[in-house]
C-alpha cells in the first residue's frame, strides 16, 4: 500500500474515524485512500478554518482527536486562527497538511511556503513524515501526540511523493497516556488552606467543569465555605437543571477583580490563573487581589475530577456532597414583546431542550444566557477558547457530526458569523441537527464598548464605521438559504420563540436570524 | 500625540493612504486615529484575508502599499494566504499588526500566539515596535521597506501601549529605492545568445509585462527571431488590442514542456526560472527541456524595462519595433446558445470594456480566456500568483479602491469564491464598480483533473464527494444580495451577455453567476 492508504488505515485503527477536508492537488492520494478505509468519513468544509473549527468542537465532545486535511501551507494558514481556539480549549485534535513532493521543495513553486513555522505556532507535535516506510509509525505516534493529557494540537505535514510513494504500513495504535494522578501534597496544600478560615476560590477548568468533578467541587465548597468559580470559556461546561452550578469569572478585567475581591486562597483545579483578556492604560493584567495565594490542586493535564474527589475526602465532603445544591429546574417565561439581547435568553432558557451541545459565539449579545439557561434541562456549553472569532458555526459542525443523536445550538453574533459563514453549507450537507442563531446588531458591539475602555477618542465618523456592520444591512436568511440552509427572521420575542420551537423541532440544519436593536 | 497617530500621521506623509481594517481591542487607538488624519481612508473588510487581497490588488495597480490592520495573530493568520499571494506577487504591501501591550504578554492572555512566527513566513521585512517615541520612524521605514523594489511585504507589529503612549512624533518619508539599473554584461550575454541563432525564448514577469517593456521586448523578438513568453501567474499584465501578445507560459508542467521545447536559451526579463506547479508521479519539477541555457537578464527588481529597451539596442531592434505586431483589435462575436465556459469567455471577450482590470482567479473555467480577450481594449489582467484560492473577490475589491475610474472585472471559480465571499459586502458598502462574474461549475473541477493527473485511483464516492460542490447548489444571487450586490444568474450565452452589458453599464457593484455544465 502507499503511504496514503497506510496513514489512513492507521488512523482509522487509532479510532480517529472522521477527517474534516478541504484538499489540492497535494493530497489526491490522501483523498483516493480515503476510499480504502470506510471507517473514516470525511467531510468537505468549503474553507479551512471550518475544517479545523470543526475538529475542535469535534475532539471537545468525544475526547479523540478527528483530523483535518489542509493544502499546504495556505491551507495551514487558513485554518490556524480556530486551531488556536483549539489550542487554547486543548483539544485533541489531528492536522495533517499536505506539502509538496520532498524533491520538489528547492523549485520553489508558487504554493511553497514555510508550513513548520505556521504549525510550530499551534501544535504541541510536529512532524514532517519522511518517508513512505514511516507514513504508518508517524501516524500512530500523531494520534497518541494528540491525545496527550489535556490534549494538544499533532500537526502532521505529509509530502506528496511520501502519500503516493508504495511499501508502507500501518501501525498498531499506540495506548494513550492517562492524565497524570494529583500528588497528595497538592491536595494536602489545597485542604489546608481551605481549612485556613480565609476567603477562598476554586477555580475550575478543563475536565474540573464536567459533571463529576462539578459534584465533587460542590461537595468541597459546602464543607469549606470556599466559593467556585468557572474559568472565563470553558472548553466545555456540563450545566443545567440538577448540576451545581457555577458561575463563570467575568470577561471584564474589573468585574472579575470584584468577584474575586477578598480572595486570599485561589486554588486551581484544571483552570490556569485568570488575566485580563486585553491591556488597558491604567488597568491591571490580572483580577487577583493584592496578597492572594495561589494554589495549583491540578493542571490541565491532570486527573482534575480525581483531584476534585480526593479533596473532597479529604475536607469530609461527604455528608456535604449528598446535600449539595444543584440548579433548580427553573426556566424563563417567553417573554411578549421586543426583541432585545434579554428577551433573547429568556426565549432561548425556556426551550433550550435537554441534552443540546450550545456552541456560544454570542459575545456580547449573550450576556444574558448563563442566567437565562442556568435551570435548563442539562446542556454542554462550549465556549470561544482563544478569542479567535470565527468559531462558532465550525464549531457546531464538528459538535453536531461526533453527537449525532444531540441537539446543537450555535448561537452567533453578526460580525463573528461572516468569518466562516460557509460552515452553513457543510451544515446543509451533511444535513447536521443544527440550529444557529444569528444575534444581528449589525455592529461589532464588543469594539464599540472596548474602543471606550481604552480611552480613545471615540467621537469620529471614520472610527464608527469601522465597527459597524450596517451600510449594507446583511441579510442572514438569504446568506443562509443560498447555502442550502432554511432560514427566517425574528422581529419580536413570540415570533423568535415560534421559529426556534420549529426549528429544534424539526431535523436538519435551521438559522434564525435575531434582529436586535442597533448595538444593543 | 500617541503612537497611533504618529503612525497614522506618518503614513499619509509616505503617501500611504489606504488601510484596509479589520481591527479588534488591540487596534482601538489606531482606530481612533485613523479620524485625525483625513487622508488616510479607513476600508472595513468583514474578514482579513478580504483585507490582505485587497491591499495586494492595490499595490499592483499603484505600485505604493496600502496599508491592512490586523488584530494581533489570529487575524494575521486570516489574512495570510492572501499576504502569500502578494508576496508571490511582489506587490508592496504594509501589514499593520496589533498585539497586547509589552507588559501584558508574560502572561499569555487566549489571544496571545506567535506573531513574529507568522509574519515572518511571508514579509521581507519584520518589526515589533518597542516605544511610542519610535513609531513615526518605524512607519517610515516600514514603508520604505515595503516599496524595496520590486516591493514585498513588511509587516510592523504595534503593541496597544505603544498606540496609546503619548510622546510620539510622525517621522519624515524615507526616500524610495529605485529599481537596480542592469549591468552591461547582462544585457550583453543575452545579445550574445539571442545572436547564436539557437533558438531562444524571452520569459517575461514583473514590470517586464508592461506596456513600454512588451514594446522593447517585441523588437527584440522581431530583430532575433525569440519567441516571447510570460510567467504563468502575472501580478499584472498589460494586454489587449495595440499591445505586443505575449502568451503565457502554461500551468501544466507537460504544456509548458511543448511551449518550451527545443528552446537553447531562456532569457528571464522580471520573471524567475520556471517550474512545475506541482510535483507528479514521474514527472519532472521543471519544463526546462536539456541542455537549456538560463539568463537572467533582469532580476523581478531590476529596471526590467530599461533592461529590455537596452537589449533592444543592442540587438538593433530600433527599425523592427517600428513593425512590431501588436494585437489586432478583433473580438469574438456574442455566441448563440449554451453558457460553457468557451462562451462565457467569448462573452467576456466581446464586452470588455476599455481600460479594464481584470482579477482572474476563474480557474479551470478560465482556460479559453486568454485567446476570447487577447484583441479586446487595452486591460490590465491580474493572476493568482500563489496559488492560495480565495483571492480575486479581495484583489478586486483593492483594484476598484485604487483606480476609481476604471472598471473591474472579477472573474471568479465558485470553490474559490466560498472562501473570501464576504468581500462582496464591501464591494457594496464602498460601492465599488467591481462586477463579479462567478464561474458556477459546482466543482473544484481543478482537483477532479488533479486527481486523474497525480495517477491516484478515482473510482471512489468519497474520494468525488469531497471535490464536489453540488448537495446543495451555492446559490451566488442569494449570497450577493445577502450581501447587498445586485445579483442575476445566467443560463445561456445571450443571457450572460444582456446581463454582463447591463452590469457593467450601470455603476456600482453587480454579480452574475454563470451556470455551467457540471464540471464543465
Redesign the interface.
Known amino acids: 500500500m502507499n503511504g496514503?492508504q497506510a496513514v489512513a488505515r492507521t488512523l482509522a485503527d487509532c479510532g480517529v474515524t472522521t477527517c474534516f477536508?478541504n484538499?489540492?492537488?497535494?493530497e489526491?492520494?490522501f483523498?483516493?485512500?480515503?476510499?480504502?478505509v470506510p471507517q473514516l468519513?470525511?467531510v468537505?468544509c468549503?474553507?479551512e478554518?471550518v475544517a479545523t473549527g470543526a475538529a475542535d468542537g469535534y475532539g471537545r465532545m468525544t475526547g479523540r482527536p478527528a483530523a483535518t486535511l489542509l493544502h499546504l501551507?495556505?491551507?495551514l494558514?487558513?485554518g490556524?486562527?480556530n486551531l488556536?481556539n483549539a489550542r487554547?480549549a486543548r483539544t485533541p485534535l489531528l492536522a495533517i497538511v499536505g506539502d509538496?513532493?520532498h524533491?520538489?521543495k528547492r523549485?520553489?513553486?508558487?504554493?511553497e511556503?514555510?508550513i513548520d513555522?505556521?504549525a510550530?505556532?499551534?501544535s504541541g507535535w510536529v512532524r514532517r513524515c519522511a518517508r513512505s516506510a514511516d507514513a504508518g509509525s508517524d501516524t500512530a505516534e500523531a494520534v497518541a501526540a494528540a491525545l496527550r493529557p489535556p490534549g494538544q494540537i499533532a500537526t502532521l505535514i505529509l509530502p506528496?511523493?511520501v502519500t503516493?510513494t508504495d511499501g508502507a504500513t500501518p501501525a498498531v495504535p499506540i495506548a494513550a497516556r492517562s492524565p497524570s494522578p494529583v500528588p497528595d501534597e497538592a491536595t494536602s496544600a489545597a485542604a489546608a488552606a481551605l481549612r485556613s478560615g480565609e476567603p477562598a476560590v476554586i477555580l475550575l477548568g478543563g475536565t474540573g467543569l464536567r459533571r463529576t468533578a462539578l459534584d465533587a467541587a460542590s461537595g468541597v465548597a459546602q464543607a469549606t465555605g470556599a466559593r467556585l468559580l468557572a474559568e472565563t470559556?470553558p472548553a466545555r461546561h456540563e450545566r443545567g437543571a440538577g448540576i451545581p452550578p457555577v458561575d463563570r469569572l467575568a470577561y471584564l478585567v474589573e468585574m472579575a477583580a470584584s468577584q474575586l475581591a477578598g480572595t486570599r486562597h485561589l486554588i486551581l483545579a484544571g483552570a490556569?490563573a485568570p488575566?485580563?483578556?486585553?491591556?488597558y492604560?491604567d488597568k491591571p493584567?490580572?483580577p487577583l487581589p493584592a496578597g492572594c495565594q495561589v494554589h495549583v490542586l491540578a493542571e490541565p493535564g491532570d486527573d482534575v475530577p480525581g483531584a476534585l474527589a480526593a479533596l473532597a475526602d479529604l475536607v469530609g465532603a461527604g455528608d456535604a456532597q449528598r446535600t449539595q445544591p444543584s440548579a433548580p429546574p427553573l426556566r424563563p417565561e417567553v417573554p411578549d414583546g421586543e426583541l432585545t439581547a434579554q428577551t433573547a435568553a429568556s426565549v432561548i432558557g425556556a426551550l433550550l431542550p435537554d441534552n443540546a451541545i450550545v456552541c456560544d459565539e454570542a459575545n456580547t449579545s449573550g450576556i444574558w444566557l448563563p442566567a437565562a439557561t442556568a435551570g435548563a434541562p442539562p446542556h454542554d456549553w462550549l465556549s470561544l477558547?482563544?478569542?479567535?472569532i470565527?468559531q462558532g458555526l465550525p464549531l457546531a459542525t464538528g459538535a453536531a457530526i461526533a453527537c449525532p443523536n444531540r441537539p446543537v445550538l450555535a448561537l452567533e453574533s453578526d460580525?463573528s458569523a461572516?468569518?466562516t459563514?460557509?460552515a452553513l453549507?457543510t451544515h446543509?450537507?451533511e444535513q447536521l441537527d443544527i440550529t444557529t442563531v444569528i444575534f444581528s446588531n449589525r455592529a461589532y458591539a464588543?469594539?464599540t464598548m472596548?474602543?471606550e475602555?481604552?480611552?480613545?477618542?471615540?467621537?469620529?465618523?471614520?472610527?464608527r464605521?469601522?465597527?459597524?456592520?450596517s451600510?449594507?444591512?446583511?441579510?442572514?436568511?438569504?446568506?443562509a438559504?443560498?447555502?442550502?440552509v432554511p432560514a427566517s427572521r425574528s422581529a419580536t420575542a413570540p415570533e423568535f420563540a415560534a421559529q426556534l420551537r420549529r426549528a429544534l423541532a424539526e431535523p436538519g440544519p435551521h438559522l434564525i436570524e435575531v434582529a436586535l436593536p442597533p448595538r444593543g
Open positions: 496514503a477536508a484538499p489540492g492537488t497535494s489526491m492520494h483523498v483516493a485512500a480515503l476510499d480504502t468519513r470525511g468537505l468549503l474553507f478554518g501551507g495556505p491551507g494558514a487558513n490556524l486562527a488556536h487554547r509538496h513532493a524533491y520538489h523549485f520553489d513553486a508558487p504554493l511556503s514555510d513555522a505556521l510550530g505556532s499551534v506528496a511523493d503516493w470559556f490556569t488575566v485580563s483578556f486585553f491591556a492604560p493584567s490580572t477558547t482563544g478569542g479567535a470565527g460580525g461572516m468569518y459563514a460557509s453549507w446543509a450537507r464588543i469594539l472596548e474602543l475602555r481604552t480611552g480613545a477618542p471615540t467621537t469620529g465618523t471614520t472610527a464605521g469601522l465597527l459597524d456592520l451600510r449594507p444591512d446583511i441579510d442572514f436568511t438569504a446568506l438559504a443560498g447555502m442550502g
